[in-house]
């Protein structure tokens, strides 16, 4: 038979029409070309669906929320006896000592020649400083200033808001009494949003940063280590010279508190906020015997753990094979859509 003889129905030929505008949908560009009325009509009813589905998985992103906010009071209580032994107002007993994996004995000795060198004995000196420049995203930000600061630092806590309460959690750094500034306590707060966004309700990437709120640190006279006081002269006309004075700004940890929209740009903080809450405050003596990297991090390079962006479903299955190598890797988000867990 002919090519030319061969028939197509009239319905057959309707439905390659349809197909082929289907396929040739661009939603990119804004535009639909035109359904027939009737499949424009169950088009809107899937995606009323798919709006839905995306409330019900916020709603999933919520009570899990709520399941880390209360396993957070089952975890506080080990917090709370390290800060003890940390602050040596706790000692532990002999049972409690033993462990028979623990870091290298060059690494132990090491330490406790610098112990007995500076005659600190008490409780773990040097703690949180020693966690902190162990981890790479905070040692960078660490000036030389900021150490003697940091040495006063006695305990890191995660405060998670009420379950009635909008979404949010709180880093607390608790100090002793020191020579340079008033507050005991500074705070950094992370607001979380799991509703999906009106300007694309039909999809919900997980609870978001989407906003922190750090505090003012009242430093004593003399004794901010965020600027340099530096002396300058000024040229005035003919030759004179008036001396004037001025603060330069310099690497700081502490500019992580400055307001909303200081120092640090969304994407950074945002990144700090989450490793903080997952990673630094609840494995704290990992980062101080520097063995984080071989306990959490195996599967991943530089790029990744210092961008390592999950969603809960993924913490859930980790929960088998924990930490294993995501499933596309996040390498940047941009500010105000970091997605945390």
């Not at 799991?194 to 997980?206: I, T, V």
């Not at 390498?331 to 997605?339: E, M, N, Q, T």
Request: hydrophobic share 35%; charged share 30%.
């Amino acid at each position: 038979m002919r090519p030319s003889s061969i028939r197509t129905s009239p319905s057959l030929m309707q439905q390659c029409s349809l197909t082929v505008r289907l396929r040739d949908l661009r939603p990119a560009s804004g535009h639909v070309r035109r359904l027939p009325a009737v499949v424009e009509r169950r088009v809107s009813a899937l995606k009323k669906l798919q709006r839905e589905y995306a409330q019900v998985e916020a709603q999933f992103y919520k009570d899990l929320y709520n399941l880390e906010q209360k396993y957070s009071a089952f975890y506080q209580p080990l917090f709370d006896k390290r800060s003890e032994i940390i602050n040596a107002t706790c000692e532990p007993t002999e049972g409690e000592c033993q462990w028979e994996v623990g870091v290298q004995e060059a690494a132990w000795e090491e330490m406790e020649k610098e112990y007995e060198s500076k005659g600190q004995t008490a409780g773990v000196p040097r703690f949180w400083l020693t966690a902190f420049k162990n981890a790479k995203i905070l040692d960078r930000m660490i000036g030389e200033n900021d150490e003697l600061v940091l040495e006063h630092l006695k305990d890191v806590k995660i405060k998670f808001s009420g379950v009635e309460e909008p979404m949010s959690f709180t880093i607390e750094f608790v100090f002793k009494s020191n020579e340079y500034f008033f507050n005991e306590v500074l705070t950094k707060t992370y607001r979380i949003r799991s509703e999906p966004d009106d300007s694309d309700p039909f999809f919900s990437q997980g609870p978001k940063i989407i906003s922190s709120t750090g505090c003012e640190i009242y430093w004593k006279e003399g004794k901010n280590v965020i600027v340099n006081s530096v002396k300058q002269q000024k040229c005035e006309g003919h030759g004179s010279v008036v001396p004037t004075s001025g603060d330069v700004p310099r690497r700081s940890f502490f500019t992580y508190f400055y307001p909303e929209g200081g120092v640090l740009d969304a994407t950074t903080d945002y990144k700090l906020g989450y490793f903080f809450r997952k990673d630094l405050v609840p494995k704290s003596v990992l980062f101080f015997i520097n063995e984080a990297s071989e306990y959490m991090f195996k599967n991943f390079d530089e790029e990744a753990q210092e961008a390592r962006v999950f969603t809960f479903k993924n913490i859930l299955s980790d929960s088998v094979t924990k930490f294993r190598q995501a499933e596309g890797r996040i390498p940047h988000c941009k500010p105000g859509s970091f997605i945390i867990i």
